[in-house]
């Protein structure tokens, strides 16, 4: 074997120049692909994290009609069976957050919009996510307070600045009709684009009263220990709630028009990516082919000799495999420093194409992915298509006619 | 003396062309243990066509090779690489050398695929390239040494796992008349000295003249078989 790898090392050094070629071709292409890859997974992650922090959670526990039919008729009571269930799983939740989300439509003196009115509790939505850090103007709102906190777009849209009077009109519980005069205490400024042109917030027991919806909750957020085991907490959940009157929601399934885009995406993005491992593949092809042209008679006068067409074979494939898992390996290691950076200074989009991603829905920066996911999965692209590539000489040296070859 | 390689009724027919090629026909030969054996005649005689057969390069469309009492005419292929790494030695005229492999590791090469010890391979390497006055030249790589010298590396690795015979086509043809000199006067005193059956495809003269047997061939068919009295 010793001797196989050493001329299928000192092999790949006969032709410095196109070895090197060949790396540097499989080298680009893979910090290519990490870049696309990274960038795409970065962002996806970027706005489910955002989307799980601000509005979300991982999982929430809904009276089993709101998903479908959200209106204040189908909030729920937070009872002793709930909080029974949250007991028992303690040891396996982080905290919870109560919610009332409702729509309402909100009016300035001249302009008239719906917007989703956010009933929360400041001190637990604070242990989820940083929106009372993200005023820009006046300050956020507290428990007892009876003012209002509007999101800047929404704000911009509204034109309206703290201080000013919003009118918000909606349907209570129970057909009561909901309306009010509220001041603005703050502006806030979201990070997902959606959000960001439709949210108010306000103090959770005022937002009761304005639902007539005394002590009742839209949902009741629940964020695990550990948020990889979501789904096996919300079986657990779902075995022990009484599942006639309450549904439990992960993420997955309350984003899942996110996540479907995101798969759409993520298969456009493959199709590039096949097509740039395409190129590469005909270029690694290439100087197999060569390689092969060039040593057909020393194929014939090694298999002469008792060389076995086996152990050529393999010398063969370890010069496909060395020469593309080394141009792979040389790619992720040149993209490990430029991911690693941009993951920390994501790279802050302005001008149209920030316009043009907000209307997307997107926050207009591009975070990099430093998930190894991103660099496993190249490689083993990489791994697989030189192992296609490399059954081609395997395949020619089996074929080999030696009288023919030496001939030539 | 021992019979070494026996034909018996040899043809070889290639079909793979527009008109049939008939490279051999009935070729009935016996090579004893120890001879120096030229095998001669034009261009597409059938010398080449001969030393692939009884090399097991290449099959007969008719007839026997027996190699110590073994028809490898009937061998499989895979049979035929293991037969060959440990009874057959080959010079060939070009491309002989593995370039990425120092004279040493090339000497050493068949009896590496013969997975003889390490240390008996490097003696016997050293030995054989001693014997072919290039003890100096132990690591140097095939590129770096001239046609000759590439031509002793090559004598040198098909003599050192001691095989039964080796068969050389044209290996002087592309040297210059000292190199061929004194190429053949190595493979002649290690015929001598080894007793290794040697059998040359040529049609130089200078091999012709030192072999002490000489076939030729024409039109695939021997037409002589002549033996010389000579040192």
Redo the contacts between chains.
């Keep these: 074997m010793n ?1 196989i790898i ?2 299928a090392w ?2 790949l050094w ?1 032709n410095r120049r196109r070895s090197l070629i060949t790396m540097s071709s499989v080298l680009f292409a893979v910090l290519l692909a990490i870049f696309f890859y990274s960038m795409e997974k970065g962002s996806y992650e970027r706005m489910i994290d955002n989307m799980v922090r601000y509005s979300t959670g991982y999982i929430q526990i809904q009276d089993v009609l709101f998903e479908d039919e959200p209106s204040m008729d189908h909030s729920m009571l937070v009872d002793e069976h709930i909080n029974g269930i949250l007991e028992e799983l303690d040891d396996r939740i982080d905290f919870s957050v109560p919610r009332i989300n409702h729509f309402v439509l909100v009016a300035s003196d001249r302009i008239t919009r719906s917007a989703m009115l956010m009933g929360i509790d400041s001190a637990a939505e604070a242990r989820l996510n940083d929106v009372s850090d993200r005023i820009t103007a006046g300050s956020f709102i507290e428990d007892n307070d009876k003012d209002i906190v509007v999101a800047q777009g929404l704000a911009e849209v509204l034109k309206v600045v703290t201080g000013d009077t919003l009118v918000l009109i909606s349907q209570g519980y129970q057909g009561v009709s909901a309306a009010g005069l509220y001041r603005i205490k703050g502006i806030v400024d979201l990070h997902i684009p959606e959000m960001n042109n439709s949210t108010i917030y306000m103090a959770l027991p005022e937002a009761q009263w304005f639902y007539n919806a005394q002590d009742r909750l839209t949902s009741l957020v629940i964020m695990p220990e550990n948020p990889q085991h979501t789904r096996q907490l919300a079986g657990d959940i779902s075995e022990r709630i009484d599942t006639e009157w309450y549904r439990i929601l992960t993420y997955e399934e309350m984003l899942e028009d996110l996540l479907a885009l995101m798969q759409f995406d993520i298969a456009g993005t493959m199709v590039l990516l096949a097509i740039l491992y395409i190129v590469i593949a005909f270029g690694l092809f290439g100087t197999m082919l060569t390689m092969l042209l060039e040593r057909k ?2 194929f014939a ?9 086996a ?1 050529l074979a393999i010398i063969c494939f370890i010069e496909a495999i060395i020469i593309s898992l080394t141009g792979a390996f040389a790619g992720i290691l040149v993209a490990i420093p430029f991911v690693v950076y941009f993951y920390h200074h994501p790279v802050q989009l302005s001008g149209d194409f920030a316009d043009a991603m907000t209307g997307y829905g997107f926050e207009p920066i591009l975070p990099l992915s430093p998930d190894p996911v991103v660099f496993v999965s190249q490689a083993m692209v990489v791994l697989i298509i030189s192992i296609i590539i490399g059954m081609y000489p395997v395949y020619s040296v089996f074929r080999l006619d ?2 023919k070859a ?1 001939q030539k | 003396m021992k019979t070494v390689i026996k034909t018996n009724g040899l043809s070889k027919t290639y079909t793979n062309t527009a008109v049939p090629v008939h490279a051999l026909k009935n070729v009935t030969l016996e090579f004893k243990e120890g001879e120096f054996t030229a095998i001669v005649g034009p261009s597409g005689s059938g010398k080449t066509t001969f030393l ?1 057969v009884i ?1 097991g ?2 099959k007969p469309t008719e007839g026997h090779v027996v190699i110590d009492n073994v028809d490898i005419a009937t061998m499989k292929e ?1 049979q035929l ?2 037969f ?3 009874h057959i030695g ?1 010079v ?1 005229q ?3 050398l ?4 120092t004279a040493m590791e090339n000497v050493s ?2 009896m ?3 997975k003889q010890s390490k240390r008996e391979m490097e003696k016997r390497a050293k030995e054989m390239l001693e014997q072919v006055g290039l003890s100096d030249k132990l690591d140097i790589r095939p590129s770096q040494l001239s046609g000759g010298q590439q031509q002793r590396v090559a004598v040198a ?1 098909a003599l050192a796992s001691k095989p039964n015979f080796v068969l050389a086509d044209e290996p002087t043809a592309n040297l210059d008349t000292e190199s061929a000199f004194n190429l053949l006067d190595i493979m002649a005193r290690l015929n001598r000295e080894e007793n290794i059956t040697l059998i040359f495809s040529t049609h130089d003269q200078r091999v012709i003249d030192r072999a002490r047997r000489v076939i030729t061939l024409v039109d695939g068919a021997v037409d002589k078989d002549e033996h010389f009295e000579r040192n």
């Design positions: 001797l050493k001329m000192r092999n006969r008679k020393e006068m090694l298999m002469a000799l008792g060389m076995k067409r152990q030696m009288v030496r | 692939n090399g390069l290449d895979s690489f293991d060959r790494l440990r080959f060939f070009a491309y002989n593995i370039p990425v492999l090469f068949i590496l695929l013969q690795r």
